[in-house]
């Protein structure tokens, strides 16, 4: 269960099978597929001289190179090919292996092969490579909002199109990793039980293709909301890739830093890629306090060798230098790479003072302690040398957390942000959120544990336990799940199967997120790996989300709803700055 | 999670003893001191009066439920071995501490498991038990790398899969095995195996993902479109020769006829005449629209033109119609001319197209194929030279007149003379005149694939052994006051200096200036060691 490894498989047998010099086409989605997978000189050593887009029209005829075409079969990609095929002004292809990802209509194949005059194509193969391997055990299929919004209307109908690329991804991966599982949602997501039935529907109409080995006991796919956890996006994380991902981040494996000041022109945008970064691979789940030592070692070694470099002496020497020489530059680029990164990571943490604010966000997130916390709150929520985007986050996670308290103050907390000077689109986020994701939609589950006694019990021996750092208390939902997911415990009138059920222990979990999963998740479900050799578990998500990418799916799917609330969001968002509006409205929210 | 006081437990405190006595049915015994007890009260006693400050009570329990538990079923089953491992031994482990609890038998999703439900009471121990190891004295952990010696703490599971001894962190997995012991995941019964018989099953670590061909479906689809063409394109060409044999009759008549040029409206009203004779026109007032483009036609800004292969109406732009030279084996420019629509005019030359594009060969071609025979030969060769090199380095000195020295001095000069060949197929490529983006496009990639493959390549040629001591070649190197070298290793070291070069410029070019510093005083370093080497000879 290595969903990076399946990729890759997946394309080395495609450019394999084909001898000699070759093109590769690919669509927009499918170059972001393979560009996390394979970087461009492991494709040079395959002989794929040429990468181009297919619907790249300034094409020259190059009927010497072998094509290899890897596209999603939707409509744009396949009207690509056929004009390709058709027009005998472009490139005319020599021998054409189209590969798509996904499975392929009829009717497509029709017209394609109504084209093919020239009889150009050699094989046609579906290859299900149809999602982001971002980690081994973390994909995503890059489906968020404003694109590819999840809802229309209401908070529990799907959009047609983002629900068939969901449908088809996850069929896709099930098949990249020979899987056919039992599929259980959480069962307060109307979103996930749609997803759930369909995918079980479509198992079943692909019936041979799903034809694996036995398992000894079936596969589990379990579809949860992020809705139900809306905390866990919110929280600043400490571990190396979440960091990044929270305050710089990371698109297709690529970190922008060109807006950072000074910063070299080579290292506008690094790329991080566990596969081929090992100080990455070792590092990504590190958190600040480990990783500055590590990042020290790994400066340390490469001043040994650039003192070694630096000071030949003899000829042993230096034939050592030589021949270390690639390798050591690759290492000066990496080193340089790591150490922007991370100094931009400490830079933004220093300035903003994350420290505090993550304390606070973890009380906020784990610990009963409404005034305590509420005072700090009040304290922080006015500081304008904190980051406006932190202090919002911080009010909002008060505001899920004590939604139906009775002494719930967000209400003066907006007041306090208006005051000093956030502006009202930022501070309507809170209300969005809420309606988003508020104790309302998450029905089921008790996020927080502060209803019911045995849970407060739960969560007093929790803190008896002791707490080794502070910042990194709160522990996702999706762990508690998990946990009881692989003792075979996990309770069915919460989590019910769609089809069949089963009393055993699974041995392989596939979790989806609808709404994005978060890198925190990840490295919570790499631990969890590791606790249990016996157990297998991936992760998905229709994105990866930080708290701002979070933030604005909520916007957009609330605004999408247009309930009455909704229209009145815009209306004094856009129009008139009326704070008093945005008070009004999230007293009504907060009450 | 252990104490470090419970280390003072005996070893094999917990292997059952075939020997025990029978009274100790209860298997009430001191886990500390094994010391006989008549009831749980009394332990209780004993425990809190003899070992209270040396015991962590958790863990003692946990010891004590399984010396007592391990007992009762050595005394309850006529083979003591045999029973240890019962299910129920499994549950209080479970309970209390292993936290590895085996699935039920009867397992809802399967249709066997739901057809039997009795399989539910089947318990391992209808699996075989034949190739078990025998217990001994001092089993240690079968799993590669554990290798612990097993007690009471750390387990003591044989894996019912391969039979071996496992520690409990090494087999707490599980899968279905049938009554021979062979993975079944269908009708077996859930029984505890090791990590390793766990994790290297059949298709355990498949990675290859499910792929589904549709060659076939399409191919057949495209053979009908393309035998429909061939019928087309016969009709088409049929047309074609035809109208050009009539325009060459009609040229023959003109030009015997009248030398002058004919009046322009009686020889358009002519050939009209000859190439409606051939296919029937469409009528103009049917046709408001160009089909091809669907652009409107107008009375004097689109007009209509009829294609003269197919009769149909079409627009006079680019796209969609076009002169064409009648005859097909005619090279002068001033022939006549049709007028095509685009549709026949693919049809028509789609095999002259085909024949012209085989026909003409790229450039790059004869590159690349070069390309691949050196990499091929490096290939081959590469690996036995390493693998030379790799058996010299094991010796201490290698002599000069030694076979395999010079086998590989030889295997280097081939090497050294392919690689030099790739280099200069990287300039040639650097230097391959090109007007199209898309062709500089992958000559840079092909240029790229030869310097990596070099750097990945090459480095072990300068890897050859010292030659030993009493070597011939500097026999007058202790009369010189100068130190010479052997023309071999002053080789070696000018093309280090070249290679140093190559970095140099790149990183001069990358403006990595402290790499560039270093690099420069390597230089410095080799030119003053060729000097001293070369100077003398």
């Known amino acids: ?591 | 999670m252990s104490s470090p006081r419970l280390q003072r437990l005996p070893r094999d405190a917990g292997s059952p003893s075939a020997d025990s006595p029978l009274y100790m049915a209860e298997g009430l015994s001191c886990p500390v001191c094994e010391e006989e007890m008549t009831n749980l009260g009394q332990l209780n006693r004993h425990l809190d009066d003899a070992h209270q400050t040396e015991f962590d009570t958790k863990d003692a329990l946990v010891s004590w439920f399984r010396t007592a538990q391990r007992k009762v079923a050595a005394t309850a089953a006529p083979l003591g071995r045999a029973a240890t491992g019962t299910i129920t031994a499994l549950r209080v482990e479970s309970v209390i501490g292993g936290g590895f609890e085996l699935n039920p038998g009867a397992d809802v999703a399967s249709p066997a498991g739901a057809g039997a439900p009795q399989a539910a009471l089947v318990s391992d121990a209808t699996v075989t038990r034949a190739h078990w190891q025998k217990d001994g004295a001092n089993d240690r952990c079968s799993t590669e790398g554990c290798g612990k010696y097993l007690s009471i703490r750390t387990g003591r599971h044989h894996c019912r899969k391969c039979g071996l001894l496992h520690c409990d962190t090494h087999s707490s997995y599980q899968m279905r095995l049938s009554p021979s012991a062979l993975p079944d995941p269908v009708a077996g019964i859930w029984c505890r195996v090791c990590q390793k018989c766990y994790k290297e099953r059949e298709g355990y670590r498949d990675t290859i993902g499910v792929s589904r061909n549709k060659t076939n479906v399409f191919l057949r689809m495209r053979k009908n479109r393309i035998d429909t063409l061939l019928l087309e394109s016969n009709k088409l060409e049929k047309r074609l020769e035809k109208l050009s044999a009539l325009y060459a009759e009609e040229e023959a008549n003109g030009q015997s006829a009248t030398g002058s040029p004919m009046l322009y409206g009686s020889a358009a009203a002519k050939s009209r005449r000859l190439e409606q004779s051939v296919v029937k026109w469409e009528d103009d007032t049917h046709v408001s629209a160009c089909p091809l483009c669907t652009k409107q036609f107008g009375a004097f800004t689109n007009r209509r033109h009829h294609c003269r292969l197919c009769g149909r109406v079409v627009c006079g732009t680019n796209t969609c119609s076009s002169m064409v030279g009648l005859l097909v084996d005619d090279t002068r420019s001033n022939g006549p001319q049709i007028r095509v629509c685009a549709d026949c005019k693919r049809v028509v030359t789609r095999r002259a197209e085909k024949y012209h594009d085989t026909a003409s060969s790229n450039s790059i071609i004869p590159i690349y194929r070069s390309l691949v025979k050196y990499k091929s030969s490096v290939d081959e060769l590469l690996p036995k030279f390493n693998g030379l090199l790799m058996t010299m380095s094991n010796r201490a000195v290698v002599e000069y007149e030694d076979s395999d020295y010079q086998l590989a001095s030889r295997y280097r000069k081939s090497l050294m003379e392919w690689f030099s060949e790739l280099d200069k197929l990287g300039k040639r490529i650097k230097l391959h005149p090109t007007s199209s983006k898309t062709t500089t496009r992958v000559l840079n990639a092909l240029h790229l694939s030869i310097i990596t493959y070099l750097q990945t390549h090459m480095f072990t040629l300068q890897l050859m052994p010292k030659v030993g001591a009493p070597a011939p070649p500097p026999k007058d190197s202790a009369t010189s006051a100068f130190p010479t070298m052997d023309p071999a290793q002053l080789a070696v070291l000018q093309e280090q200096r070249k290679l140093v070069q190559g970095f140099l410029d790149d990183a001069l070019r990358r403006r990595r200036f402290e790499d560039a510093a270093a690099l420069r005083e390597s230089l410095d370093e080799l030119d003053r060691e060729i000097k001293l080497g070369g100077a003398p000879g």
């Not at chain 1, 990468?51 to 690509?80: W, Y």
């Not at chain 1, 990194?472 to 003792?487: A, G, R, S, W, Y």
């Open chain 1, 1 to 591: 269960m290595d969903v990076t490894k399946a990729v890759q498989n997946y394309l080395n047998k495609m450019i394999t099978e084909v001898t000699g010099m070759k093109v590769l086409l690919m669509d927009a989605e499918t170059t972001s597929i393979i560009s996390m997978v394979m970087t461009q000189t492991q494709l040079l050593q395959r002989e794929v001289y040429l990468i181009d887009r297919v619907d790249n029209t300034q094409r020259e005829k190059m009927r010497h190179l072998k094509c290899i075409c890897f596209v999603r079969p939707t409509g744009e990609s396949v009207q690509a090919l056929v004009e390709e095929l058709r027009d005998p002004r472009l490139v005319l292809l020599y021998r054409d292996l189209a590969d798509f990802s996904n499975t392929l209509k009829k009717s497509d194949i029709e017209r394609l092969a109504e084209v093919d005059e020239n009889e150009v194509v050699r094989e046609i193969q579906e290859y299900y490579a149809d999602f982001l391997s971002i980690n081994p055990e973390l994909f995503h299929l890059n489906v968020s909002a404003p694109s590819h919004p999840l809802f229309v209307e209401n908070l529990s109908t799907w959009d047609t199109r983002t629900f068939s690329r969901v449908t088809e991804g996850i069929l896709a991966m099930l098949l990249a990793l020979k899987k056919k599982p039992l599929i259980r949602y959480e069962k307060s997501s109307a979103l996930a039980r749609k997803l759930a039935s369909e995918l079980s529907y479509q198992i079943q109409q692909e019936g041979p293709l799903f034809d694996f080995r036995r398992p000894d006991t079936a596969p589990i796919l379990l579809i949860m909301d992020r809705r139900n956890d809306p905390v866990t996006p919110l929280l600043l994380q400490w571990t190396y890739q979440a960091m990044v991902h929270e305050l710089i981040g990371i698109t297709n494996g690529r970190v922008d830093l060109s807006g950072l000041p000074d910063v070299r022109p080579e290292m506008r945008e690094v790329v991080l890629n566990p596969e081929q970064d090992s100080f990455y691979r070792k590092s990504m789940y590190l958190n600040m306090g480990d990783l500055g030592s590590n990042i020290k070692s790994y400066v340390d070694e490469y001043q040994t060798k650039h003192k070694s470099s630096a000071q030949v002496e003899s000829i042993t020497d230096m034939k050592k230098f030589v021949e270390d020489y690639p390798e050591f530059r690759k290492l000066s680029g990496n080193v340089t790479k790591h150490v922007t990164l991370v100094g931009e990571l400490s830079r933004q943490v220093g300035r903003g003072h994350l420290m505090e604010v993550g304390e606070l966000e973890q009380s906020l997130a784990v610990n009963d302690n409404h005034t305590q916390d509420l005072k700090t709150l009040r304290a922080m929520v006015e500081r304008t040398d904190i980051p406006e985007d932190a202090r919002i986050r911080l009010t909002l996670l008060y505001a899920l957390r004590y939604e139906k308290s009775p002494q719930n103050a967000t209400p003066q907390l907006l007041d306090i942000l208006a005051r000093s000077g956030v502006s009202d689109k930022k501070i309507a986020l809170v209300g969005h959120v809420l309606q988003y994701a508020g104790a309302d939609q998450r029905l089921g589950e008790d996020l927080f544990s502060n209803n019911n006694v045995f849970s407060r019990t739960k969560n007093a021996f929790k803190g008896l336990q002791g707490v080794e750092n502070v910042y990194t208390q709160h522990v996702p939902h999706l762990v508690e799940t998990l946990q009881e997911c692989i003792k075979g415990k996990l309770r069915d009138q919460l989590y019910p199967f769609i089809e069949g059920a089963s009393r055993d222990k699974p041995q392989d979990i596939i979790v989806f997120m609808i709404g994005g999963a978060t890198y925190a998740e990840a490295h919570e479900i790499n631990k969890l790996n590791a606790q249990h050799p016996a157990v297998r578990i991936v992760l998905g998500g229709t994105s990866v989300h930080n708290s701002q990418s979070f933030l604005k799916e909520a916007a957009e799917s609330v605004g999408r709803w247009g309930g009455a609330s909704g229209k009145n969001n815009s209306n004094t968002g856009g129009k008139e700055n009326d704070p008093q509006a945005e008070r009004v409205k999230s007293n009504r929210i907060g009450a």
